[in-house]
């Protein structure tokens, strides 16, 4: 789950384009980043029903692909218990996840998955092109984390891989 930005190369735009596509599907334009409006225009074309739930500490969230009959719906479950900035990235990570298709049974790519997901992630609650604008205004990680709803840790990663310091 953590966030690191090791050379994916072609994988890495995709998912920042992906994650770009999402939030202009969703008309959205500044922070912080709605995720009830993300989910909201997914389920135009997805059956996706997002659930809390209490899972154990290591346990953050999870993306599970169910079949009824002939229909298909994706459940993302959420752990309730950690604090709500990590609940924000777990619920983008596991719509990363969605998105490529990215199945369990895909254990040789697993971590790059993983990475995929993760950058996903930190585009779509953290859009670099509003970033580039309000780090211009508050160039401080505490109160642009607060902006975003994101970690102090998660806003601090994604300034310096947009390079922005
Ligand atoms: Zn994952």
Sequence with gaps: MEYTDTDLGPRKTSAKNLAKKLIKDSKIKEAPVSLRIVI?????????RVIAHGF???????LMRCKQL?????????????????????IAHEIGHLLF???CNQS???????KEADIFAAELLIPKE???KDFKITPKIPDLAK?????QQAMGIKITTDRLI
Aim: aromatic share 12%; proline share 2%; glycine share 6%.
């Design 40 to 48: 909201e225009c997914l389920q135009t074309t997805h059956d996706l």
């Design 56 to 62: 154990s500490d290591h346990v953050s969230g999870l």
């Design 70 to 90: 002939d229909e298909e719906y994706f459940v993302i479950g959420f752990n309730e218990n950690q604090p709500w900035c990590r609940r924000r990235f777990t």
């Design 101 to 103: 298709g990215h199945t």
């Design 108 to 114: 040789d790519d697993k971590d790059h998955n993983e």
């Design 130 to 132: 509003f970033l580039k």
């Design 147 to 151: 902006k975003y709803l994101v970690s």
